[in-house]
């Protein structure tokens, strides 16, 4: 063999050798949430239970209040997030373009809680269409202007023939100080989730309207909470987008069959909460968490007919959902 030939043959297993050590290493993601919530459940299963890590994927899962974590994605930041596919949509309406690869839950969760003043003077109220009518003139705190919080109360009210901004005094709460607004009498109630509406409810509030007690059904199947990667994302790293649906797949599933062990990760991580209030936080979660990850299509779909109003082009917005998801990575559409 000449001294040419053997080198190349070296140089060849070096780089055959080389390029083999990089194809193992895990690929590294920045992933981060809006809020601390049960509603994340998947992605803290994942972490917690080494989902993420077994998939070859490296996750940094972090914290970024309310718009800020969608704001990273846009300015590069971060590579995941899991949020409403409304805000999504909202963004892109702007011009600020993502692509939703996994549907994580499609039942709105949100609920409206009242002071147990409020719902006295108001008792009369008994449907649900009748209670949304009831909130003209209250003062209710949202975590934010259009969010999904905000978004849910809209679409109550426009059942109800009452137009959520303009009936009904909005102010804006962190969701961790929506309780002590309500005790202190600055609102007459709150539109969150739990766990922040059941420990009102605990306290003496009243669950005014609730997404998970089927108030109003028409509402879903909406894109509640979608995994949202950054524009172009995918496309460049198509595996690793597939490995971390993978995971959270590993995730819902527990949720869904052994949801003793779920509720054991989920416990260790909330371990400063209350451990009865967690408990009715998961059940009413598991209740309305799919067994695997969604297509989308029918989601974003109904999410533009029910979430946004008649001052919006529909026909426009429906156009653009379809340019902002992909069902590539949640396995043939059921």
């Not at 409403?84 to 993502?98: E, I, N, P, S």
């Not at 994302?233 to 779920?262: F, G, H």
Request: aromatic share 8%; net charge positive.
């Amino acid at each position: 063999m000449s001294n040419n030939m053997a080198r190349r043959l070296a140089i060849g297993a070096l780089l055959a050798a080389a390029s083999l050590a990089a194809w193992a290493q895990p690929a590294k993601v920045r992933l981060v949430l809006p809020a601390v919530s049960i509603l994340f459940a998947p992605v803290y299963i994942a972490e917690d239970a080494g989902y993420f890590k077994e998939a070859g994927v490296e996750t940094d899962v972090s914290q970024l209040a309310g718009p800020a974590a969608l704001n990273a994605l846009i300015g590069g930041s971060a590579d995941f997030t899991s949020i409403a596919g409304l805000l999504q949509l909202r963004a892109a309406q702007r011009g600020q373009k993502t692509l939703a690869i996994a549907g994580l839950q499609e039942n709105a969760t949100t609920e409206v809680v009242l002071s147990a003043e409020a719902a006295q003077r108001l008792a009369a109220a008994r449907t649900p269409v009748e209670r949304a009518r009831a909130l003209k003139g209250l003062t209710l705190a949202v975590d934010a202007a259009n969010g999904l919080p905000h978004a849910f109360l809209r679409y109550v009210g426009r059942q109800a023939g009452i137009d959520a901004d303009r009936d009904i005094r909005l102010v804006f709460v962190a969701p961790p100080g929506m309780d002590a607004a309500l005790q202190k009498k600055e609102v007459d109630g709150f539109v969150f989730s739990s766990p922040f509406t059941l420990e009102a409810v605990r306290r003496g509030a009243q669950l005014w309207i609730s997404g998970p007690r089927g108030d109003f059904p028409g509402l879903n199947p909406t894109t509640y909470n979608v995994l949202v990667a950054r524009d172009g994302y995918c496309t460049n790293a198509a595996a690793t987008c597939r490995k971390l649906v993978a995971a959270l797949d590993r995730s819902l599933a527990l949720i869904a069959a052994e949801p003793q062990k779920a509720y054991a990760l989920l416990a260790r991580r909330f371990d400063k909460m209350d451990p009865d209030l967690l408990k009715q936080a998961f059940e009413s979660f598991q209740r309305n968490t799919p067994a695997r990850s969604m297509p989308m299509g029918r989601a974003f779909e109904h999410t533009v007919q029910t979430m946004f109003g008649p001052q919006d082009d529909k026909a426009a917005l429906a156009s653009l959902a379809r340019t902002l998801y992909t069902d590539e990575f949640v396995g043939a559409s059921r």
